[in-house]
């Protein structure tokens, strides 16, 4: 959905990845591993023919949670990239 956006005006589009880990853990491997879930968004959205130069990529780990430790039983939550794309 968001690559469709993308291409329908590239010449606009400019993505922010920002990968996130919980507060909980190594506060190194959380950032490790939010970095490497903006990749792979990255990557989708390469796959998909965005180019590299409409990509920034971020990683906060836990430095700015999207939740929660205290929130386990929405961990799924916790685990994810997000995107933000001004056109």
């Known amino acids: 959905m968001i690559a469709d956006a993308i291409k ?3 010449a606009a589009a ?13 506060i190194e ?3 490790e591993l939010a970095l490497a879930r903006a ?9 998909r023919g ?4 409409q990509i920034k990529v971020s990683s906060y ?8 430790k205290r929130y ?4 799924t939550v916790k685990q994810k ?4 794309y001004r056109f």
Do not use: Q
């Open 8 to 10: 329908t005006n590239p």
């Open 50 to 53: 965005i180019s590299m130069d």
């Open 72 to 75: 386990s039983s929405r961990k």
């Open 61 to 68: 780990g836990a430095e700015r949670p999207i939740a929660y």
């Open 39 to 47: 990749r792979e968004v990255t990557s989708y959205l390469g796959g």
């Open 29 to 31: 491997h959380n950032k």
């Open 14 to 26: 400019v993505v922010h990845v920002i990968g996130h880990t919980d507060d909980s853990g190594n």
């Open 81 to 84: 990239s997000r995107y933000l």
